[in-house]
């Protein structure tokens, strides 16, 4: 008889980050991360991550509610189901719970993590089988201070940790900015890829500018100018300037992403698999930009190591013509896993073992739960 989910439990974990993180909404000072495990009748058990960024200063899902969602409506759905039956499970908590994309997301990726480790194959391998095992994996430059980023890019070369580099924009005004990505692209441009996000801080006519201004002084990539739900300005940048546009905050599923591309955008998408509802969910946005013409950039919501392995084995599956930022564990001060992710010359190994390939330490995982 095939293996039934006995239990989910679910922690929310405080880890502290290695310098204050500056977006354009936030400042983060600690991630919080929301771990769950699900245990099935054969013993076997799964683990996935819903993480958010700033409680609900980015998105619509704060770690407290994830965690409540989990709890209260997602885990007495599965209670009890067949553990191996994703596609039948997914759609038993799709119709039965409206979005939540966070949530749903730690609950495919534990099912998976399980059935790997039941089937004896690494995640990767159910979602159809590795193109790459090492994932270009790039650095964000966001201490707030310019003299500190070039400090810090320069040591992350040096290490020839990462080629590329993410600056977190638009917090201050456009001048402020533009002065502040001039000088780290004088300073590393020659050595690494820039790139820069503005999470929608930015009106259309505003990014205009700033697009144009970026475009020349060699930005490479320009993520999420506009406001998430100005999709007609997006397409618009999206054909000036030699930076290519990134869609991230307008694009977390598969039908967003249908809606873009029939407007005519062209760029990249960032794919996360919090924003899609899973590791196995977001293959179907994945698959959209690829028949659209569209590039694929694997994004972080600054997961720890669970959540961070569990879209790389969704990565891998794909080509990344722009590669991923799964930067995450390292801006975290500890970890909660027992082997961390090898991160070295620009990329980061994807873990070959079955299911995602992590373990949790459990010592750290009662030191970091929130009690
Ligand atoms: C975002 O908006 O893309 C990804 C990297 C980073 O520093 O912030 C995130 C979120
Ligand atoms: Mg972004």
């Known amino acids: 008889m095939s293996a039934t989910i006995e239990r989910l439990e679910t922690w929310l974990v405080d880890l502290p980050t290695i310098r204050p993180h500056k977006l354009s909404m936030t400042t983060m000072g600690c991630q919080t991360l929301v771990i769950l495990r699900l245990t099935r009748s054969d013993g076997i058990?799964?683990?996935?991550?819903?993480?958010?960024?700033?409680g609900l200063s980015y998105g619509v899902e704060s770690p407290e509610g994830i965690k409540s969602a989990l709890d209260n409506y997602l885990a007495p759905l599965l209670t009890g189901q067949p553990a191996d039956d994703i596609n039948p499970l997914l759609a038993r908590i799709?119709?039965?719970v409206k979005g939540n994309t966070f949530a749903k997301s730690a609950i495919e990726t534990a099912l998976l993590d399980a059935k790997g480790k039941a089937l004896g194959l690494p995640v990767s391998a159910l979602l159809g089988g590795a193109l790459s095992e090492r994932l270009p994996v790039l650095w964000t430059l966001a201490s707030g201070d310019t003299a500190k980023d070039i400090?810090?890019?320069?040591?992350?070369?040096?290490?020839g940790r990462h080629r590329a580099f993410k600056l977190k924009i638009g917090a201050r005004d456009l001048e402020t900015d533009l002065a502040h990505t001039c000088a780290i692209v004088e300073a590393l441009g020659d050595r690494a890829s820039i790139r820069v996000d503005v999470n929608q801080a930015w009106d259309a006519s505003t990014a205009a500018?700033?697009?144009?201004?970026?475009?020349?002084?060699?930005v490479d990539l320009i993520e999420q100018p506009v406001s998430a739900h100005d999709r007609d300005a997006l397409v618009r940048l999206s054909h000036r300037g030699r930076a290519a546009i990134l869609a991230d905050e307008a694009v977390a599923s598969?039908?967003?992403g249908f809606d873009i591309?029939?407007?005519?955008?062209?760029?990249?998408?960032?794919?996360?698999?919090?924003?899609?509802?899973g590791p196995a969910s977001v293959?179907?946005?994945?698959?959209?930009?690829?028949?659209a013409g569209i590039g694929l950039y694997g994004g972080t919501m600054l997961e720890g190591t669970i959540g961070t392995v569990a879209s790389l084995h969704a990565w891998?599956?794909?080509?990344?013509?722009?590669?991923?930022?799964?930067?995450?564990?390292?801006?975290?001060?500890?970890?909660?896993?027992?082997?961390?992710?090898?991160?070295?010359?620009?990329?980061?190994?994807?873990?070959?073992?079955?299911?995602?390939?992590?373990a949790l330490d459990e010592d750290k995982l009662r030191h970091y739960s929130r009690k």
């Open 254 to 256: 598969a039908e967003d």
């Open 261 to 277: 591309a029939r407007r005519g955008f062209s760029g990249a998408y960032a794919l996360k698999i919090a924003k899609a509802g």
């Open 209 to 218: 500018r700033g697009c144009a201004e970026l475009s020349a002084m060699g």
């Open 283 to 291: 293959l179907r946005l994945a698959h959209v930009a690829q028949a």
């Open 45 to 54: 058990c799964g683990l996935g991550e819903a993480t958010t960024i700033g």
């Open 151 to 159: 400090a810090e890019g320069e040591k992350l070369l040096a290490e």
């Open 94 to 96: 799709n119709s039965a």
């Open 316 to 358: 891998s599956t794909l080509p990344m013509q722009w590669g991923t930022e799964m930067f995450g564990p390292l801006l975290l001060k500890d970890d909660i896993v027992a082997r961390p992710l090898s991160f070295a010359d620009a990329c980061v190994t994807l873990p070959q073992t079955l299911g995602l390939g992590v």
